[in-house]
């Protein structure tokens, strides 16, 4: 094995995402997940092949199980079987939900293209309700389960490198998230070059949320701390002291970011680590530590108006419209879950489905801002128990080194990093950004026990099954357009698609109100170009699909109204004013003079 091989692909790896955005391109992320899973199977698992046991090792010997490559292996299968187009004859042993959903889209469709407006062909819908979502849910497990194994291969010594790595890397990225938001703005750009969608409050750094970049800051600020702690014990002074500033460079970065979850989940997870170190390991310097992130946070909070105001609202959660909406879309999002209860909606399918069973009349539901609840949803049953397998098959495989010195910051650091995230992913959805998610898989793997060479040759088989999975979906997903996977699954670029591409977009997300209402639009703007009234009610059919599958959009409803008056359909135009008007009391719909218009 060589692991300068494996370590260099997982320092390119981190810096490829901190570069391109942190993986929001669907073809970085597969990149990865090839480099990662090529990497593993190349220098840890053909090696080993070779020198592999033809029959059951002898019984001193106690090899690790391989329950964990096994479940990683099945993880990913169910999720690229989920988004496979199925024949229309098996919709009725896909639930009553699915097949119903899958009828009115077929419908629809067909009628499209006897006006003309779609090509003509039987469509074929997969389980997942978002196909483009759950493929790019596949790229992402595959890059994190590949990087987790090729940090478990490495040795000890690299290991500590790599950890070395991570904390200068978040320094880095630390220090230009804060340039970026505070001395030379970003605006709509990632790293002051890649331009991206508007989005509030705007991107910092490589991430286009402010709550994931001060997030991926609080599971390194672990690191940074453990590291900087078995420094001074090691009487390293300089390393010592460079950790330290490390950590209260991404400190300060995170805090001045102003999410309240991050900092949440950085008090706790950096509160728990320094406790750890201060009753188990070095009093001294963990008090150092800690008084240095303290005494940051305390003058940032008396010196920082702003952030005093975002706090506070922690005083009292009950009073805070924004924890009661955070509540409220947990609540939606369970309620949803009940509807695809066994193996959920799909992985990334949240934002197709709960506008369609939300009682409430909010924002766009993107994700839940709850890992868990969105899990559940999209899950089910079936994914919930995988996941959970998942982690207690993570949590057997682990060891913590006690008889090596060396290796004794690792846990530390790795705990530390994970009830970060164990409590951040409780407010938000951080684990869905790559740089985040893969980072966090790379520190569990630090923690994961060598498989003994004294294993057979089967069980090294199943160890590559993850590896070998994952390089057969990229092969498949890189035929096509990659593209795609990230223009069929976000609201802001569908408005510029064309006819051919919303009709794929409807069938890769037959439940898309915002797929139906751009296809609508767009028939009703060809009808008027053309002069085809038959295309602009149509069009209005496809709106009031979109009004089906988002009930309580009052945009929707207001747009459809003008819609439907400037086709003349007055009783229908004031029943939708009518419903936009029951959602939001202060819409009003135009004059009603314009009837004669």
Known sequence: MNPALIFCTLQLTILLLALLGGG????????????????????????????????????????????????????????????????????????????????????????????????????????????????????????????????????????????????????????GG??????????????????????????????????????????LCPVALALSEDAFRRRQWKTALGMAALLGCMTFSLVMVLS????????????????????RRSRAAG????????????????????????????????TSGSVQTRLQEWRETLRTACYYPV?????????????????????????????????????????????????????RRMHFRACAPESQVFPVAVIGAFLTAAVHNAVDF???????????????GLLFVPPSMHETICRFRLRLIPAAVTLLGCMILSIGPMSSLQRLDSYSL???LSPAELRRALNWAPTSWHAWYMSGRTACDAGLATQRVDLCVFGENLMTQAAAYDPNNYRLWYDLGLVRRALRQHGRADQAFARAKELRPWVSPPPAERRQQ
């Open 24 to 175: 929001i391109f669907p073809s970085t992320v597969c990149m990865v997940a090839i480099f990662t899973s090529l990497a593993f199977t190349l220098t840890w698992g053909l090696p080993r092949l070779r020198q592999a046991q033809p029959s059951p090792p002898p019984s001193s010997v106690s090899p690790t199980t391989a329950t964990l490559e096994v479940l990683m292996a099945l993880i990913l299968l169910l999720i690229l079987f989920s988004a496979i187009p199925l024949p229309p004859l098996l919709d009725p042993l896909i639930g009553r939900l699915r097949a119903s959903q899958n009828h009115t889209a077929t419908t629809l469709l067909q009628e499209a293209a006897r006006v003309g407006f779609f090509e003509d062909g039987t469509p074929w819908f997969c389980l997942s309700r978002n196909r483009a979502g759950t493929l790019r849910m596949f790229l992402l497990l595959g890059a994190a389960f590949g990087s987790a194994l090729c940090a478990a291969s490495l040795p000890a010594r690299w290991q500590r490198a790599y950890l070395v790595f991570l904390a200068c890397t978040g320094g880095l990225i630390a220090i």
């Open 260 to 279: 309240r979850g991050a900092i949440l989940a950085f008090l706790i997870g950096t509160g728990a680590t320094a406790a750890w170190i201060i009753f």
């Open 494 to 496: 569908l408005a510029n």
């Open 287 to 318: 008090i150092v530590c800690l008084i240095l992130a303290l005494g940051i946070l305390i003058i940032l909070y008396r010196t920082t108006p702003a952030l005093r105001d975002r706090l506070d609202e922690f005083r009292q959660p009950n």
């Open 343 to 395: 193996i959920g909606s799909g992985a990334n399918a949240l934002r197709m489905t709960y506008p369609i069973h939300r009682h409430t009349s909010g924002k766009w539901l993107v994700n839940a801002e709850n890992e868990y609840a969105q899990l559940l949803a999209e899950g089910g049953l079936i994914g919930a128990g995988l996941a959970i397998a998942l982690l207690a098959a993570a949590t």
């Open 430 to 444: 951080p684990a869905r950004q790559p740089l985040y998610a893969i980072v966090l898989a790379s520190l569990a």
């Open 178 to 219: 804060y340039i970026g938001q505070w001395v030379i703005p970003q605006e709509n750009t990632l790293w002051w070059t890649l331009p991206i969608p508007p989005t509030l409050p705007g991107p910092v750094g490589c991430f286009i949320n402010r709550n994931h970049f001060a997030g991926f800051l609080a599971i």
